[in-house]
């Protein structure tokens, strides 16, 4: 049997991220990697997190299985830090293996309910996403975004594709962060697209892996909560490893939003995909995100140090704008500074990726995509001059 088995093709990311690893340079910069750095390059545990730990090293009395769906607590406190309150009724959900967890079971519902349905990507989207569409074997379109020219949104090319969705397709929408452009909606644009969909019936796809990482976490939710307001049905898929900082616990949500008088059917559809699939879900994180969500203390120390994390990369982002057009001596790149999240995509050519690379040992996905946190204040300049010999 394994020897029918074909070579699978390779994640370009985990691919950069060996390369970077095997490259002897001292002075070699990853810009690669989607996870949070600060300025000395590790990726740290928050305060609260190890807080939350510690106490639950001295309370916890048993490892013994949570339910299928994980622990209550932990899906209450996830649907009302995303959506607020007054969703109970209506909310179905399970904890998953991470935010990618999620996007699966996510996509596993819709084939369950209607093996037909399209499922809409934005053209760039993050390439685990059509890659686990394709998996599945389910039906895949793309609507326009990001608009190469301006780093903007191309909103005409997006309402237009999007007047093709068809009732009962799935629409994936960044809500907040777009991976891998940086660059998002606004609100008014967030507002015609909803009323867009609506009008076709469509069942939007929520990826909110980022919140807190862009404007804030109130501000990042709103999108969302725009979208549970004015649709019937919404599927929401939720990661914790970036603004918990607990990327190797493995700790997302999936949340489906109905008609409160099939919520019952919903959680059992859901609890069905998770058994088949893997069971009980991690709780390790899980318990230690409803730690700090349901304590005081815990929770204000959370949202301080997260909103370090996020000014921290705004920092970033106008200091690479300004090296940028002081090096460059023109505006090309000042997008970069309102784009929000941990990525943009700078524009460059795949071979002038491929030279900063060999030449200067910086290492970014070959479309350019750039991970914001991998910088500090003393790689800023280096990739900023890096760039402006590119052209020269």
Request: aromatic residues 8%; contains cysteine.
């Amino acid at each position: 049997m394994l020897e029918a088995l074909n070579p699978q093709p390779q994640d370009k990311i985990l691919q950069l991220i060996q390369m970077y690893k095997d490259d002897p340079r001292d002075n070699k910069i990853d810009l690669g990697v989607g996870v949070y750095k600060d300025a000395t390059g590790l990726t740290p545990v928050m305060r609260a997190v190890k807080a939350a730990e510690k106490k639950l090293w001295e309370t916890e009395k048993t490892k013994t299985y949570t339910g299928l769906a994980g622990e209550p607590a932990y899906n209450v406190a996830m649907v009302k830090m995303i959506l607020g309150d007054g969703y109970a009724d209506r909310a179905a959900s399970v904890a998953t293996p991470g935010g990618t967890g999620a996007i699966r079971q996510a996509l596993e519902l819709i084939k369950l309910a209607s093996p037909t349905a399209t499922v809409w990507l934005s053209n760039p989207t993050w390439p685990n996403h059509p890659s686990i569409i394709k998996y599945l074997g389910m039906n895949m379109a793309e609507y326009r975004y990001f608009d190469a020219a301006t780093r903007g949104i191309d909103f005409a090319g997006l309402i237009e594709d999007l007047g093709r969705v068809k009732a009962g397709d799935a629409v994936l929408l960044h809500g907040c962060c777009h991976n891998p452009t940086g660059a998002n909606l606004n609100a008014d644009q967030w507002a015609e697209v909803a009323k867009l969909l609506l009008a076709k019936g469509a069942i939007p796809f929520v990826d909110l892996a980022y919140q807190g990482f862009g404007d804030g976490l109130e501000a990042d939710a709103a999108s969302t909560r725009l979208i549970a307001e004015t649709f019937p049905e919404v599927l929401i898929a939720a990661s914790c490893s970036k603004n918990f900082g607990i990327y190797r616990e493995r700790t997302g949500i999936l949340i489906a939003l109905g008609e409160a008088s099939r919520r019952a059917i919903t959680q059992g559809n859901l609890n069905f995909l998770n058994r088949q699939n893997y069971s009980f879900p991690p709780d390790h994180g899980a318990r230690l995100v409803t730690m700090i969500l349901e304590d005081d203390t815990l929770r204000a120390d959370w949202k301080a140090e997260l909103e370090e994390v996020r000014l921290n990369m705004l920092t970033l982002r106008q200091s690479l704008a300004d090296e940028l057009r002081r090096a460059t001596n023109s505006d090309r790149f000042d997008f970069v500074a309102t784009h929000r999240g941990m990525f943009s995509r700078l524009g460059l050519t795949e071979a002038q990726v491929n030279i900063l690379r060999e030449q200067h040992g910086i290492y970014m996905v070959g479309d350019s995509r750039i991970n914001i946190a991998g910088l500090n204040a003393k790689t800023v300049p280096i990739l900023a001059k890096a760039i402006a010999q590119l052209a020269a």
